[in-house]
């Protein structure tokens, strides 16, 4: 399983960006699928989910009614649409995928990971 993170950027506050995965697996509609973050001289922390299905999401507070994440099972891509980004936005986005049913927040539970993509606001 290979996960291809893409889509980030230099944006200001305010803007948006929509990052993609794109998931290598036979059985992509199998997997649950994370995005977490990491900014700089911290940990890294969970960002949104989604179950093998599509049909469940969940989002850090931080994020919610912000962040939009969703499930294109016929081009293997989960993408996280983020609007109105703030500075403290600012990270390395990383997409993971999980074969638990529903949308995990524990990175613990996803077993693969793609290379992550740099997101940064400016203020």
């Known amino acids: 399983v290979q996960l291809q993170a893409s889509g980030g950027g230099l944006v200001q506050a305010g803007d948006s960006l929509r990052l993609s995965c794109t998931i290598s697996a036979h059985d992509f509609r199998t997997y649950a699928v994370g995005w977490f973050r990491q900014a700089p001289g911290k940990d890294r922390e969970f960002v949104a989910a989604?179950?093998?299905?599509?049909?469940?999401?969940t989002y850090d507070d931080s994020v919610k009614g912000r962040f939009t994440i969703s499930k294109d099972n016929a081009k293997s891509t989960v993408y996280l649409q983020m609007n109105s980004l703030k500075p403290e936005d600012t990270a390395v986005y990383y997409c993971?995928?999980?074969?638990?049913?529903?949308?995990?927040?524990?990175?613990?539970?996803?077993?693969?990971w793609g290379q992550g993509t740099l997101v940064t606001v400016s203020s």
């Open positions: 989604i179950s093998y299905s599509g049909g469940s999401t």
């Open positions: 993971a995928a999980s074969k638990a049913v529903i949308a995990e927040v524990h990175e613990g539970m996803y077993a693969y």
